[in-house]
């Protein structure tokens, strides 16, 4: 994330979070094995990064970066209760799969559950914060900091709905004619695999529309 | 022997980054500079392990054990973050009380390697909030007794050279996920992502 080139929108598709920078990777490829996971996990994310990263943009710039890295952290670790009090009051039924020990696509037993509380360490809160969004105008900043949830928050959803299709074959619960199932894209190692087709193909359209320009 | 062969399946098979995705993103930070690799990967072990040791104090010291599942679920972020704070702050303090002003040039490595989500996932793979017993698995199991501090240490040095091999596997072939031969749309960070999920792959067969 450089501040020298800015528009407000970047986040979204140019300089997705997930797509070009490689942040918040881990829950995408573990938990987004659905739909439903993906938006449960995103609302979560949204409303811990939203929140923190703004309140964080409040703390005085006088304190050594050390205490203010703490704080942005110590934030994070409390927006996380009513966020995952608001998960669980939104759809208990997503939030009870979430808390499953089971590691998704495998036989292992796993936690599956703890992306939800590591989304207090994401990247945006602990390392983007001060290096990009604590160096604009707090107008900009929002508008910057929302766009960029809003893209990372895209991906989560469209990674699950890809894997649930070719996983499970069905879409938000609802049963799709698939000819063969690919059990493994649900699997880590296929949220890995989807991944990375996912970022060459955001890189070959920007390419392309930069080639156009 | 055995010993040994415990330790080599256990940094495959408990690898953070393959079997959990954790610590993806900082690995994928780290690997751009391969000079930086062996420190951050010594730092983050650092902190895995004795995140892991002070918890372990802190979970029978103060009976948290005991707290409601609810509770704890709902507590432990703030808990964990706490504890690695207070580790980040003394281990800034110590570099700066050893080296000066020379500190200044290791602060980001020991930001970057306090908080992330494989020292944060470790915490949480160790300490459970939906059961009551402790998860040191593999080496803080085999080589240790159950619920000791030892046990504790050792899972926490487990998962922070889990890292440092995922880093040298990634770092090893850096240079030809960036060749000119790999395909532009997949050149770098996307072939980096594909070769990781085919290690995972790779990982989770040995597993099942």
């Known amino acids: 994330m450089r501040p020298g080139t800015f528009s407000v929108t970047d986040g979204l598709f140019r300089r997705n979070a997930v797509l070009s920078e490689g942040m918040v990777i881990a829950p995408i490829v573990v938990c987004c094995d659905t739909l439903h996971k993906a938006l449960l996990l995103s609302l979560a994310f949204a409303v811990i990064t939203a929140v923190s990263v703004f309140v964080g943009s409040f703390y005085p710039k006088k304190l050594p970066y050390a205490v203010r890295i703490m704080l942005y952290a110590l934030t994070a670790a409390v927006v996380y209760i009513p966020a995952v009090l608001l998960c669980e009051y939104i759809s208990p039924e997503t939030y009870a799969a979430l808390r499953s020990m089971q590691m998704p696509g495998t036989d292992l037993p796993g936690n599956a559950f703890l992306y939800l509380p590591l989304l207090t360490v994401n990247s945006f809160i602990v390392l983007h914060s001060e290096l990009y969004f604590y160096r604009l105008r707090r107008t900009l900043m929002t508008g910057a900091l929302l766009f960029h949830i809003a893209g990372s928050c895209l991906t989560a959803c469209v990674a699950g709905c890809i894997r649930e299709v070719l996983a499970y074959g069905s879409l938000s619960g609802h049963a799709v004619d698939m000819p063969l199932l690919l059990r493994g894209f649900a699997a880590p190692w296929g949220g890995f695999i989807l991944l990375g087709v996912l970022c060459a193909l955001h890189r070959a359209l920007f390419a392309q529309k930069q080639e156009e320009a | ?208």
């Open chain 2, 1 to 208: 022997m055995n010993w040994l062969l415990t330790v080599l399946v256990s940094l495959l098979l408990e690898n953070l980054i393959f079997t959990q995705a954790l610590g993806t993103s900082t690995l994928m930070a780290a690997a751009r500079n391969r000079s930086r690799l062996p420190l951050l990967a010594a730092l983050m072990t650092l902190f895995s392990a004795l995140a892991s040791m002070f918890l372990q104090l802190l979970y029978f010291g103060l009976g948290l054990a005991a707290l409601p599942e609810e509770m704890r679920r709902l507590v432990q972020p703030l808990l964990y973050t706490a504890v690695v704070s207070l580790l980040y702050g003394a281990v800034l303090l110590v570099l700066y009380r050893f080296l000066g002003e020379r500190s200044a040039a290791f602060k980001k490595y020991v930001h970057l390697s306090a908080f992330n989500c494989a020292v944060m996932g470790t915490l949480y793979l160790a300490f459970p909030a939906d059961r009551d017993d402790l998860s040191f698995r593999f080496l803080g199991n085999v080589l240790a007794d159950r619920h000791t501090l030892t046990g504790a240490m050792l899972f926490g040095l487990q998962e922070g050279l889990g890292f440092l091999l995922a880093a040298v596997l990634i770092s090893a072939v850096r240079e030809r996920l960036y060749a000119k031969e790999v395909p532009a749309a997949f050149r770098g960070y996307p072939a980096a992502i594909v070769f990781i999920g085919l290690l995972s792959m790779a990982v989770y067969s040995i597993v099942q």
